[in-house]
């Protein structure tokens, strides 16, 4: 009973009508996947926008787990049920693409049978023919076996296994992004100029580790040496955005760059993007004898593309809360025009509240101070900050590598054809005649093979009746 | 230059309607002897669209991939490269233009609704990768463009085939590759098209990689692009593993390219993502 079973799940498994069921069926799920709005995608905001706009939708989608799609037990059970039926079709595929590199002779009832077969009449002598046929094969790219009369020719050997090796990548694909996936780690840490950080959980602002990655922490130091809104490189190309990273392990640098769009840094399995950035206005909380309190530097953010930097932060222990707005009235760096070269002015609009209560409502420049009961706030410096979003996928390069084999796995089936040619030479004595039966088979684009087996038969036949070489 | 560049752009959409109408009418009217002077209005066409392609290059110091005019010239372009270089490869195939040529034609004049303005090339765009990415996303168009056009004429040909009574027109289909030919044309572009298009995806991933810190991130376009993957990937089993062949399969690949067409020009229209803002703002 139990062999049994293990025979229905062997056939169900390699059927091929099963991998075209459930490739239809990822087809249908992705297209849906794009359709309903993905939680993951979205910004919280822009989802929970269209979960008030949508609500009965929302919770039916919600509930079949449609939100989440891509991440979903459905959408996961169909792929691992085609991985599942790929590695039975692959071991199959495999099994037979090995079979057939070993070539065999044919004799004249097989090569007759095939679609491109020839016999040709002559009454020149055997080893003359075996001769004559082999050159001309030879001259066509052909390696040529002989044995008695029987000849073997193929070429393009190597096709016989681009269809299995295509299946085993997409088998390592889907491995290497689950595996890159359970060991992952990205999370986003935001730096102010000069400020370092060390790589630990609890100095990301938000971090999502996979299952296996066991919070395995490097705990180096990363330094944002220098932040530039408007970078150009070397040779003057614009970059926007780009902020000098330094890494360092026991105080001793490990690795630096300019990090900006499309020019990641990577250290360790680590990679470092450079995405949003702010002004950071440094305000400090003195007393009356100029003693500080407590003083930090705000992180503003720029949420309407104005250049005008925004934050709400709470001034100290005082119970106040403030709100302020800082911009440059011009670029505070540049890699193209030089920091003296332009004034460059910062310009503080500060609100403070009372619960709720505004209380103070000015403008302050560089150094200016406000004066809240017996106590003075001061904009003594102001930087910009940048959010640094830092992955390590060890999975990635194995994906890559995933997609290249591929590739070169897709070129090998369809573009390197395994082509074959058998010869039976029959040689009737008494009647000094002989036949030769030629036949020849490509694996594909059968009909696009006759032009180049036509060919070869007009070639040896010209050469059979000419005698010449 | 701005001028030159779009008089040049002007003249290849003419010359690509003209060699679609000269197309059209041989295969209408079974003309297959005036069918070279199509080829060489397309040819003409070439011509001039790559000057204005090169010049807007030089003008804007960006390949034509920013905006949605330079995108839709580039697409055009390949596809008239691909089938033109197809029809040197097998002569017989030429009356497949009468398919491909007026979606050219329809693809450059589409290309004209949208602004000509030279668009600064955003940061996000200066990669290598891109270009790669872009390159092979238009050659697998073009490949499979073609391979449309030869699954029409298959339909056609076998259509005629399977009646009984002769016509002066069976010498024009006399004059195509035979079913069993066009059969495998279709499969060898289509697997063509399969392969561009795995290329495009894995330089498109490690795009994104450098960019966005992920390879994939089921954005709409990423995950169409996975779905056309998918649809010739079937269409490839399916020939291969499930006897479908012939009008079956030449059926499929006509449907197909509506998906594929979808997920290069139509996503930004449905979906707003990281890959369509830019282009449809």
């Not at chain 1, 001309?136 to 190597?158: C, D, H, P, W």
């Not at chain 1, 705000?298 to 809360?321: C, P, Q």
């Amino acid at each position: 009973m139990y062999q049994n079973l293990k025979k229905k799940i062997s056939i169900f498994f390699q059927s091929r009508k099963l991998a075209i069921v459930l490739i239809t069926l990822i087809i249908l799920l992705s297209i849906i996947g794009t359709h309903i709005p993905q939680e993951s995608q979205l910004k919280p905001d822009v989802y929970n926008t269209w979960k008030t706009n949508h609500p009965v939708e929302a919770q039916i989608y919600e509930t079949l787990g449609l939100t989440y799609l891509f991440s979903s037990a459905i959408f996961y059970g169909t792929v691992l049920l085609l991985f599942i039926n790929t590695i039975f079709c692959t071991k199959n595929m495999l099994g037979n693409a090995l079979r057939r590199l070993i070539g065999h002779f044919q004799k004249k009832e097989f090569i007759s049978r095939l679609e491109n077969s020839t016999v040709i009449q002559t009454s020149k002598e055997k080893n003359e023919i075996i001769s004559l046929i082999t050159s001309e094969m030879r001259t066509l790219g052909y390696k040529v076996s002989q044995e008695k009369n029987f000849i073997r020719a193929e070429k393009n050997k190597l096709g016989i296994l681009g269809t299995s090796i295509f299946h085993l990548c997409i088998l390592f694909i889907i491995l290497s992004a689950l595996y890159g996936s359970i060991g992952r780690m990205e999370g986003d840490m935001r730096l102010t100029e000069g400020q370092t950080l060390s790589e630990d959980h609890g100095n990301y602002m938000y971090i999502n580790e996979g299952p296996l990655f066991f919070d395995n922490h490097q705990k180096f130091d990363i330094t944002l040496e220098k932040f530039y809104p408007d970078y150009y490189d070397e040779s003057n190309t614009q970059r926007g955005a780009a902020g000098k990273l330094s890494l360092k392990i026991d105080g001793e640098v490990a690795a630096t760059d300019i990090v900006y769009s499309n020019h990641l840094m990577t250290y360790g399995g680590y990679t470092f993007l450079g995405n949003v950035y702010g002004m950071a206005p440094l305000l400090i909380l003195r007393n009356e004898d100029g003693s500080v309190i407590s003083g930090s530097y705000v992180t503003a953010s720029d949420n309407d593309d104005s250049k005008r930097y925004v934050a709400m932060f709470d001034i100290g222990d005082t119970g106040l809360e403030g709100g302020l707005m800082v911009y440059m009235t011009a670029n505070l760096t540049s890699g193209n025009i030089a920091e003296g070269d332009v004034e460059q002015t910062p310009v503080l609009f500060l609100k403070i509240f009372d619960r709720g209560t505004e209380i103070f409502d000015g403008k302050l420049g560089l150094n200016d101070a406000v004066q809240i009961g017996d106590k003075y706030l001061v904009f003594s410096d102001v930087k910009y900050w940048s959010n640094f979003y830092v992955v390590k996928d060890d999975g990635t390069l194995l994906v890559y590598a995933g997609f290249g084999l591929i590739t070169l796995s897709l070129t090998i089936m369809f573009f390197i054809i395994p082509k074959r040619l058998w010869v039976e030479i029959v040689s009737d004595e008494n009647a000094r005649r002989t036949e030769i039966y030629i036949g020849g088979r490509a694996e594909r684009f059968s009909s696009l093979y006759e032009e180049e087996y036509c060919s070869l038969i007009d070639h040896i036949k010209e050469r059979l009746s000419n005698g010449t070489n | 230059m701005g001028q030159i560049d779009h008089i040049l752009y002007l003249a290849a959409t003419t010359l690509y309607g003209l060699s679609s109408i000269i197309y059209i009418y041989c295969f209408v009217f079974r003309k297959e002897e005036r069918i070279s002077y199509a080829y060489y209005g397309a040819l003409a066409g070439l011509l001039f669209h790559s000057v204005s392609i090169a010049l807007r290059w030089i003008e804007s110091g960006h390949g034509p991939y920013v905006n949605m005019y330079e995108v839709l010239s580039k697409y055009a372009w390949f596809c008239v490269v691909i089938f033109l270089l197809a029809q040197q490869k097998y002569p017989k195939i030429k009356s497949a233009g009468f398919a491909v040529m007026p979606v050219t034609f329809l693809i450059m004049g589409f290309g004209m609704t949208y602004s000509r303005d030279v668009v600064m090339e955003p940061t996000s765009l200066h990669s290598y990768w891109l270009i790669a990415h872009v390159v092979f996303a238009n050659l697998a168009f073009g490949s499979i463009l073609v391979a449309v056009g030869i699954a029409a004429l298959y339909i056609l040909k076998d259509r005629r085939l399977n009646k009984k009574e002769k016509t002066d027109d069976d010498s024009f289909y006399d004059r195509l590759p035979t079913l069993n030919v066009m059969d495998d044309l279709m499969y060898r572009f289509v697997a063509s098209g399969l392969l561009f298009l795995t290329i495009m995806i894995t330089t498109g991933a490690i795009w994104a990689n450098q960019t966005w810190g992920r390879y994939w991130g089921w954005d709409p376009t990423e995950t169409w692009s996975l779905v056309t993957w998918f649809m010739y990937g079937l269409c490839l089993h399916l020939r291969m593993n499930a006897g479908w062949s012939g009008r079956r399969i030449a059926w499929f690949i006509i449907f197909s390219v509506i998906i594929l067409a979808f997920s290069m020009f139509g996503i930004g229209y449905v979906y707003s993502g990281l890959h369509t803002d830019y282009l449809t703002s």
